[in-house]
């Protein structure tokens, strides 16, 4: 008698354990065919009352517990390691879920917990059944699960997007594709600003859909159709500008778009399908005038408008030649009639203007070089003496002559021309 009573007990226990041996409360999952046969590797996703995945999971070929294929865990419920590809969850109480298996969908409310028997969610013929039905859960209704494909891209055919807050990288050329059941209608897209790919920066400007515009704000609703939508967006290209004077350097200034900025300009951004316009600047340096020569594209013009296609810097060359602003070029036309003519002018401030020429025009002939005056560091200023003509107080047109000082500026072997009559 003592030890039919341990036998007693020992099937008692082991029978509770294999009823429920991964968790309390959970709801068995049986998806079969019309003949009731299991159907492995069928995809189930669980969502909540808005529509947010919950869980997806597969069915194995084979039963896991009892009838079931599949089964769905509450929360605090443990679930066993070893079957959990086929489990789902957490689901918590007094929630509301819907089950998607193939083409339908069942809406199904989990009510308070209890300590009533497992349940069962039979999927056979297209159709939801719970058997058998406590109070814990509740088959609320059911309905066909039409989907639509959503396609988004970037228009540059890369970089990342947001569907939903969720964000997906690396989208590449075909974009990322989207199954969708009409249900879970409106879905969210959002459009990442500022991206960068293949050396530019990404500019959003608009969404479309199918090729038409869609919406202008980078978070946009989409409606249950299926379509592809594009994020299009504009290169930023980013532009430099600078002078370049032989032996000197890049400095001075430089004007863009009608602002005198320091060389090199800092970068400008300008957006693709823009303009930008850029101006040469006259000016001197260390006694050393700049002309224009051209950029460094061959354009000849010192004002330009720039419509860019890519990034770039603009470099513009110049020739500088001595300024004439130092000299100071005088004679001695108040001394007595026929004293030597004297050509006299200051030195000039930049130590590469190594000589000094001295031209003659008289009427009616061309001009001649008739001296050559080597600088003289020590000098501040110099006089030369014509001994060929003398001064005169008579201003008949017959009587005068033309003199300039053409300083030489060794560095790019220019000289200055400025003729002056005395």
Known sequence: MKIKQVFFMLIFILTNIS?????????????????????GGVTITVYDINWQIVD??????????????????????????????YAMGPLEYEETYY?????????????????????????????????????TFTLVSQADWNVKTVVVKNSFNAGNVKIDN??????????????????????????????????????????SKNGSYYASNKTASITAVSATYTANFLNQFNLTFKN?????????????????ESSPTIEHHVLQFNSITVETVYQVINGIEYLFKEWNDGVTSSSRTITPTDNKNFTASFTGRPYNGYRNLHFNDSDPVGTPIKVMWNQHPNTNVTKYEIWRHKKNT?????????????????????????????????????????????????????????
Do not use: C
């Open 166 to 207: 969720t964000l997906h990288t690396n989208i590449g050329t075909n974009g990322l594709t989207k199954i969708f059941g009409e249900p879970t209608f409106p879905h969210t897209l959002e459009a990442i600003d500022n991206q960068s790919y293949d050396n530019y920066l990404r500019k959003f400007q608009s969404w």
């Open 244 to 260: 370049s004077f032989v032996g000197v350097g890049n400095g001075g200034t430089i004007k863009v778009n009608g602002i005198t």
């Open 19 to 39: 009823a429920n041996p991964l968790a309390e409360g959970e709801m068995w999952i049986r998806v079969s065919d019309y003949l009731d046969n299991l159907r």
């Open 56 to 85: 997806m999971g597969i069915t194995a070929s084979t039963t896991v517990e009892q009838y079931g294929n599949a089964f769905i865990w509450m929360d605090g419920e443990p679930v066993s390691t070893s079957d959990s590809a």
């Open 366 to 422: 061309s001009a001649v070089k008739i001296a050559t005056v080597n600088r003289n560091n020590n000098l501040s200023s110099y006089i030369y003496t014509d001994y060929d003509y003398s001064v005169t107080h008579n201003t008949s047109t017959d009587n005068l002559i033309w003199y300039d000082v053409r300083a030489y500026y060794s560095v790019e072997g220019t000289y200055r021309r400025n003729a002056v009559q005395t």
């Open 99 to 135: 089950f998607v298996i193939d083409n339908k969908y069942a809406k199904i409310h989990v009510g308070e917990h209890s300590q009533t028997p497992d349940e069962h969610l039979y999927f056979k013929n297209n159709t939801f059944t719970l058997n058998p039905t406590h109070n």
